[in-house]
Structures are given as C-alpha cells and as structure tokens.
C-alpha cells in the first residue's frame, strides 16, 4: 500500500475529492486554509472540475455548500473556528432544513491561539446545533472520515461536523488512500418545502432533527472510530477525544496502559459506553483538546457517583493545547525535563516584513495623529494587526473580521473624533462592507484605512475578493467619491500620504483612504514565477 | 530505532525544507514517520519549530514529550537554546552560529555561543560561512543537514540521495554544489562531534 505524507489538512482535502465532491467552499483562515488549497490544487481536482474557488467569507461559504447539496451533490465547506461565529446562522438552520446532497463542515480549532483571537471549540456548535461530529485522531482517519462522510450525511440527512485541531491540521504522516467514488447528479429534494424554514415547516422539521438525536447515538455507538478498550485495572477509565487518543498512547508506548479506555472520535457521546463505564469505574478522567466538553456531559450522564476529572477539576490546565507530558501528570506518571531555557533566550514575535506597505502607512499615520490622544485606532485581523506592536505600537482594537470600522464608527458616535479604522483588503470585503454602509447611513465622522496588498497575506497570498473592486465598493456604498482617496504606501511619499490623513481627518463624514501596494511576499513569489517561466517557457 | 528531532528557527529560515528532505528519506526506508509543523502567524519572521519523528514502529503523538528528544537542529544559535527543555540528556544539539537578528534586544552573540558550548553534547557550526565558501550562501541550510546526519539514524547516502533527488531540476553545476555543502556539514560534525 502506497503512502502519501500528508498534512492533516491535505488529508482532510484528499478524502474529499476521493469522497464524490462536486465542490469546497471556504474563506482562508489558520489552521484550516490548506484544506481548500490542496484540492484548488491537485490534479485529479482540476480534471474533474471540482469547485474551489475562495468566498468571500465564511457565511457566503456555508451557504453556497449548501445550495449545492440542495441540488444533490456533494460538497465540504471549511473554515477555521472563529469563522463558524460568522457561519453560524447558516450553520444552526442547516442542521433543521438537513441536506440533499452529503454536506461536510470541516472546523479547525486552533487550542493555545497560535493565530487566533481565541480557542473556542467547535465541538460546543456541533452540539447545539444537534449534529454528529468527526473527531480525528490522525492523519489516516481524517482521510477516512471524510471520504466516508458525505455518505454518512446522506444516511442521517444532516450535515455531519469534522472538527481537527491545529496540531492534526499541520503534522504530517502516511495516509493510504481508498477509491475514489464517483460525484453524485443534480437531484432536487423530494420534499420541496424541506429547505422552507417557516415556522410551520421549520417546527416540523426540528421536532424531526430531535427524533434524530437517538439515532444519531446509535450511529456513534456502533462507529468503528470509537472504541471501548478493557484494561485490567476496572475501577479506573479514560475517555480520550480525538487526537487526545495520541498523547495517551504516548505514554503507554508498549501498549499497556492498565485502565479501561473509551477511544472517542465519533459524537454524540455513546450512552451505552457511559453506561458500561459506571459499572466498574470509580474514577474517569477525560482528555480532550479544547474546553471541557466532554468532561461537562458525563458528570450528567453518569447515572452514578463517579468522580470525573480532566480540564474543569484541574488534572489538566484549563485552557492551550495537550501534550504527552499533560496527560503523563494527568496519570500520575513522572515526566522528565531537559535542560532549563537559558535566561538570555528572548522572545521572538512575529514582525512585519522587511519593505512591507504596511509599514509605510503606519508611519504616515502615527505623523498625522501624534497631535491628538492615543487610542484613536481600530484596527481588524491580518498582518497589519502586527501595527500593535513596536515600532509602531499604531492601532488599539483587534477583535473579529470587519469590527475596525463598526467599534471606529461607535467610538466617533460617543464623541471621540478623530477616529480612524485600519482594515485590509480582503477583510474589507469579508465583513467590512456593512459597516460602512452603517456609517455613510448615520453619517459618521470616521477615516477608514484600507490597507490593500491586494491579497490575503497572513494565511499565504490566496486571492482577495476585493481585487479591482475597492473603490467602486466604497462608492457604491453611498461614500462621497471626492473622499475616497488612493494613495502608494512607499517612503517617498510620506509627506503625501500624511497630509491626506490630515485632509480626510478634517472632513466631517465618512473618508476612505486606500493605500495599494502589492503584498512584498505575494510580489517575492510572482517574480519567482516569472523568471521561471522565462527561462523555461515551454513547462 | 526512534530518532525525535526538533527543527528551530526563524520564519522565513526554511526549516521546512530540511524536514522534508529528512522525511522523503525516511519515507524511502519505510519507516514510520510524524512531522509537526508551525504555519500561520509566526512565519512572520517568528520563532518556528517542528517536531520530526522518524521511527521502524507505529509514532503515537505529533509532538516529542519534553526531555525526549535526540536532536536539536537549528539554523540558528538563540533558537537553539529555547527547546532545551525537550533535549534528552544523552541528545544533541547541533546548530548554526551564524545568529539572525531580527529584534532590537538579540543578546549578545557570545553569550549565546557559550551557552550551546555548556551543553553536554553539541555540534556548533558557521553553516553560513561554509556556504559562502562553497559558492551559495543559500546552501547554509543543506550544510545544517550535513551536520545533522551522523545523528538521524540514517544512513548518510540516502539523505543525499535525496538532496540530489530535490536540486535535479535545477541542474547538475546546482546538485553538485549542494552535495558538497552536505558534505562539509558532515565532515564537520564527524570531526567535531
């Protein structure tokens, strides 16, 4: 059997091409932006005419995926965690319309915030919107739970919820892969009122997604991912989640791990397992990436007095990602340390790039600012939000996709004038537009930086819905033409781009300053393809 | 045979192409194989690390416990220094002294070189220095690999295998160069170790 060295990510990407779909929907965000790049990329992809393309967020993603299962055919949407808040009415309502075609949200959580705002987990909106989840704890099983999920979607008639973490997302290991089986037809629903959530139909439907639940149970218990392992010490079990499983096994290299464990990677959690584990056990730890989850339902489930401990008992911290080394403490077990970090070791924060325009425009803006109070500055998520550190130490906010404009807009309501908000490109088109529509409707006294490198730079240069579009966009929108300025962020023209901020702060209504120039990477990488295409023009 | 390597760095260094050479071999002899990688953020001129875990039976966890690791493989003397934590007693740290200074408070350059030299087992090496000698500066990295090799528990002659296998489309005068920065790197480690 031939093995692929696959990313979890790419994995995950090839069990859904080999899995039937038509399409991936998706808008970058780490860890989960490789998914949706590997199928834009691979080859039997292309040749089937697989859908790839980048949407413009994570809520036009979810439900262009499910139109296409409306239509019969199969389809993933991805995203990473905090997308599925953008997501989630669309998300929620999925699981009472269910689907056609088999439908597949893939979330990668990021435990620890390596790139996030925060380490919500996902396994908390699968819950509540009712629906299975596929939690993997390697490579291999991603492939495999994908590949196999859109039938399992089909079979229940929802959609089915695969959750990775950044850890599975961006290791590597050997994957075997399966057949490839076919796409599925355009077939219409055979209840045409099935996707109408009036209240009358959609009280119908939910009654039905609540019949469900039993089944969907039943399903988890019978799962060949979930596993009840017997040990010989009884009065002891372990519930391990998804790639928790791993940091178990790290432990008991030989495979002896004396306690009786309950392998879970397939939820809802199996009643009948509970069940069997309240029979001997006196004591359940659980392990499990994220929040308490787990940990939560069987301290209700278990219909005895059994002690439960894990992340909410303080056997395992609280919050960041597990290692082998967490759950050896958990167990009791000694861990051994390697030499202390010398003192003179210092931190090493991620910078912006040497010759980035960024730069270029935080330093006009400090200028322009520097007569006013500090704390004039909302900013957003992507590279530039790296202006919060020294040297520029330049904006005060960064909170969700789109909220520079909207918190700029609220703070310039309470008074503080001037206020300005810094957003890129791509995060202008994902969810910035709404919120300058509020503004030029209220008729707000804000500037709007949009820092446009022409394209998603932070997740590695995907294409930006807003290339070419910026200005007829703000225009559009009802901002006055004459206060919609385009300016080259390069230090030969600081002087320049101080005296527009000082112009557009004077004006009293909505500015928008446009600083274009193309993201140094992205131009790094252009120019590589060029120079390789001139010296082989023929490949 | 288990060998735990952890890769460190600095965004942009390219330690990611080290561990992928590294796995192709390892790959080849059919042995099991877990990379975990940094992505995101970091690559931002950060510090970036990856666990590589290379062994003849199944790998259970993506990340190597603390105090387990075989290797430290840096490309570069600070970051060296903040994974030692994961080093093993009996394991290796092998590393560039060419230091990449990307912040205002690097400490001082010697100070860092004496710490790596208080370590029980270590490889300290100017890859930088000996790349520019062969002709290419960019070869510091395959000279980092040259060094590591005595210490991966395979054999020297895959892992140059699967250099040469890499720089093919580039032509042989590139092959050729590489080959000689991995060897320099080796030789060096052989005579230093």
């Known amino acids: ?539 | 045979m288990k060998t735990d390597i952890i890769l460190a760095g600095v965004g942009g260094q390219g330690i990611l192409s080290i561990a992928s050479i590294i796995g192709d071999a390892a790959i080849n002899e059919n042995l099991f194989l877990k990379q975990a990688e940094t992505h995101g953020m970091s690559q931002r001129g950060g510090a970036v690390q990856s666990h590589l875990r290379i062994s003849d039976c199944e790998i259970a966890a993506d990340l190597i416990p603390m105090g387990k690791a075989d290797l430290i493989l840096s490309v570069e003397p600070m970051e060296a220094l903040r994974y030692l934590p994961f080093l093993s007693p009996e394991g290796y740290v092998v590393t560039n002294t060419t230091p990449f200074i990307n912040i205002p408070n690097y400490p001082d350059v010697d100070a860092v070189l004496a710490e790596i030299e208080k370590q029980p087992h270590f490889v300290a090496i100017d890859a930088d220095k000996i790349a520019a000698e062969i002709g290419n500066k960019r070869a510091s990295n395959v000279v980092m690999l040259g060094a590591a090799t005595p210490f991966l528990n395979i054999e020297p002659e895959k892992i140059e295998a699967g250099i040469a296998h890499i720089f093919s489309r580039k032509g042989e005068a590139v092959v050729e160069m590489n080959r000689k920065a991995f060897k320099a790197g080796l030789d060096f480690a052989m005579a230093n170790k």
């Open chain 1, 1 to 539: 059997m031939q093995k692929n060295l696959f990313l979890g990510v790419e994995a995950i990407g090839q069990g859904a091409i080999d899995g039937g779909i038509s399409g991936v929907y998706a808008y970058p965000g780490t860890p989960s932006t490789e998914i949706t790049e590997f199928i834009q990329e691979n080859e039997l992809a292309l040749q089937k005419g697989i859908r790839s393309k980048w949407s413009a967020n994570e809520k036009t993603a979810y439900e262009a995926a499910l139109g296409m299962s409306y239509a019969g055919k199969r389809s993933m949407v991805c995203m990473k965690h905090v997308g599925l808040n953008v997501a989630a009415d669309a998300f929620i309502n999925s699981a009472i319309t269910g689907i056609n075609g088999g439908l597949i949200v893939t979330v990668a959580d990021d435990p620890s915030m390596h790139s996030s705002q925060n380490e919500q987990d996902s396994r908390f909106y699968g819950k509540f919107a009712m629906i299975p989840i596929l939690e993997p704890s390697n490579q291999q099983e991603a492939y495999d739970m994908v590949r196999e999920g859109f039938e399992l979607s089909e079979k229940l008639e929802v959609p089915v919820m695969v959750r990775i973490t950044t850890r599975l997302a961006h290791s590597r290991a050997g994957v075997v892969r399966s057949e490839v089986l076919p796409e599925k037809e355009v077939l219409l629903p055979a209840d045409p009122s099935q996707f109408v959530l009036l209240p009358a139909i959609a009280r119908r439907r939910y009654k039905g997604l609540l019949e469900k639940q039993e089944l969907f149970e039943k399903t988890a218990k019978k799962s060949k991912y979930n596993e009840y392992i017997k040990g010989e010490d009884k009065s002891f079990g372990i519930i391990a989640c998804g790639i928790a499983f791993n940091y178990l096994k790290e432990n008991y290299p030989k495979g002896d791990c004396p306690y009786t464990v309950l392998k879970l990677s397939q939820y809802p959690v199996p009643q009948k397992y509970l069940d069997k584990m309240a029979k001997h056990c006196e004591e359940v730890l659980v392990l499990e990436e994220g929040y308490p989850v787990v940990e939560e339902h069987i301290k209700a489930a278990f219909k005895k007095d059994i002690q439960v401990s894990g992340r909410l008992s303080g056997a395992l911290p609280r919050d960041g990602e597990l290692n082998a080394d967490l759950v050896a403490k958990a167990l009791g077990k000694e861990t051994q340390l390697g030499a202390d970090v010398p003192d003179l070791v210092v931190n090493r924060p991620p910078a912006l790039c040497q010759g980035c325009g960024h730069q270029d425009m935080y330093k006009a803006l400090n200028q322009a600012l520097d007569k006013y109070t500090k704390g004039r500055v909302f900013s957003d998520i992507g590279c530039y939000t790296l202006g919060a550190l020294p040297p520029y130490k330049s904006i005060y906010s960064c909170v969700d996709m789109g909220a520079s404009v909207t918190m700029a807009k609220g703070a310039a309501d309470a008074g503080l004038i001037p206020s300005v908000a810094v957003i890129g490109d791509s995060t202008f088109t994902h969810s910035g537009i709404t919120g300058l529509l509020d503004a030029v409707n209220d008729e707000a006294n804000i500037v709007v930086v949009i820092s446009d490198n022409e394209s998603v730079s932070m997740t590695g240069g995907q294409e930006s819905s807003a290339l070419g579009k910026i200005e007829s966009i703000c225009a559009g929108v009802g901002v006055d033409p004459n206060h919609i300025r385009v300016l080259t962020p390069l230090k030969k023209y600081h002087d320049m781009m101080v005296q527009t901020f000082e112009e557009e702060i004077a004006y009293d209504g909505v500015s928008v300053i446009v600083f274009r120039r193309e993201c140094i990477q992205a131009a790094a990488k252009r120019l590589r393809k060029e120079k390789k295409m001139k010296d082989n023009p023929n490949k």
